[in-house]
Each structure stands twice: as C-alpha cells, then as structure tokens.
C-alpha cells in the first residue's frame, strides 16, 4: 500500500515559520489533510487538500503540494502551535484509501 | 454543533471481542460516513475503515479484514466498531470521526475509548 514519510520532530522559534513535509510516490497528485492533535486528546482537522481550512482555524496554517512533498506550513509560530501533525492521504479508488504519515513533533523553543 | 460521543474504556482478555459505539449529533448521520481510526500508545494514527452514508457500504482495512466489522442504526444515530479475536497489539485509543468520502476528510472526532487487552 501507499507509504507516507513524515520527519519525527521540527523545532522552531516563537514568531517563526515551521514547515512540516509528508513524503510520498507522486504524492502532489493525491488530495493530502493535515491534522493536529495535543496531548491526550483526538486529531483535529487544520488543513484540507492544498488550500482549506475548517472554521475557526488560522490563516497561518497552510498547506501545498508539488512532485513527491506536501508540506504543512505554520507562520508566525505560537507556543500553543505545539502539537504532533499527521498527514493524511486520500485515494478514493484504492483498496486501502487512506493513509496516516507517522506523525511529528513540533516543539515550539 | 457536531458532536460524536463515544463509549466508555473497555478492558478485555487476548481473544475476546469489543464493540464501541459513537453517538452522533447536530447533524444526519447518513449524510456522512463514520471513519474508525486508533492509536497504539506513543504512536501514530491507524486508519481501520469506514462505513459510508446512505446504504451503510463498508471499507476495512486490509490488516482487519476478519476481525472488525463497522455498523450504523440511523434510527438512534449511533455507529458501531465491533473487533474480534482481540490481541494485546490491539491496544489502543478508539477514534470514530465523520468522514467527508468525496474528499477524504475527517472533520469532527469523538473523544476516543481506550481499549486494553490483557491476558
């Protein structure tokens, strides 16, 4: 099945910009999700394919796509941005459609 | 607003069965799929399949095929997670999460139900 890489943890400086990639074969042509999920409680939804994203969250937080990458890029970074970020991706006409990145951790210094 | 509440934690034994439910509100259960995913402890995100809006199709995946079966009463809008022959590998929080199928999102989640298998 489809394997998704994502790096184990990013450190980044209050104010700076974190970008965060999920690796994958052709991964640009696939619709990719972002969710961010604290401590001890369930994934959340920040960004959907290339540009959504659901009510309530930030402008900060977006995403792209482009070849092999996706990345998740969080401007302005705030300590509240510390979480674990999972890619997620989509392939409707597969057997196995979705696919979860392992997962990582940005700590905010 | 959406809400998904999920049952209580769950403690088994090694070959035993579980069922977990996720109670929807605040919008049509079969308007969307209900997407079950779980979490070892420290680690990431495990997609188990979904059971789709409408005419309750199913998609496990292929790891679970066997073992879980996914199912909804829209009468009561609540969806169902059964996984049997349990091992202790299945440990884990249960998520259930209402699943957008044209586009592959999960936009709302429940809380999570803690299973644990012991022998």
């Known amino acids: 099945s489809y394997v998704v890489t994502q790096p184990p943890s990013v450190s980044v400086a209050p104010g700076q910009s974190a970008s965060i990639t999920c690796g994958g074969n052709?991964?640009?042509?696939?619709?990719v999700h972002w969710y961010q999920q604290k401590p001890g409680q369930a994934p959340v939804l920040v960004v959907f394919d290339r540009v959504g994203r659901p009510s309530g969250i930030p402008e900060r937080l977006s995403g792209s796509k482009s070849g092999n990458t996706a990345t998740l890029t969080i401007s302005r970074v705030e300590a509240g941005d510390e979480a674990d970020y999972y890619c997620?991706?989509?392939?409707?006409?597969?057997?196995?459609?979705?696919?979860f990145g392992g997962g990582t951790k940005l700590t905010v210094l | 607003q959406v809400q998904l509440v999920q049952s209580g934690a769950e403690v088994k034994k090694t070959g035993a069965s579980v069922k977990v439910s996720c109670k929807a509100s605040?919008?049509?259960?079969?308007?969307?799929?209900i997407s079950w995913v779980r979490q070892a402890p420290g680690q990431g995100l495990e997609w188990m399949g979904w059971i789709g809006p409408y005419n309750g199709y199913t998609k496990y995946a292929q790891n679970l095929q066997g073992r879980v079966t996914m199912t909804a009463d829209t009468s009561t809008s609540t969806a169902y997670m059964e996984l049997r022959s349990l091992r202790s590998d299945d440990s884990a929080v249960y998520y259930c999460?209402?699943?957008?199928?044209?586009?592959?999102?999960?936009?709302?989640w429940g809380q999570g139900t803690l299973v644990t298998v012991s022998s």
């Open positions: 997620q991706v989509w392939d409707g006409d597969s057997d196995h459609p979705v696919v």
């Open positions: 999460a209402r699943a957008a199928l044209d586009v592959g999102t999960f936009d709302h």
């Open positions: 052709n991964i640009g042509s696939e619709r």
């Open positions: 605040g919008y049509i259960l079969s308007s969307y799929g």
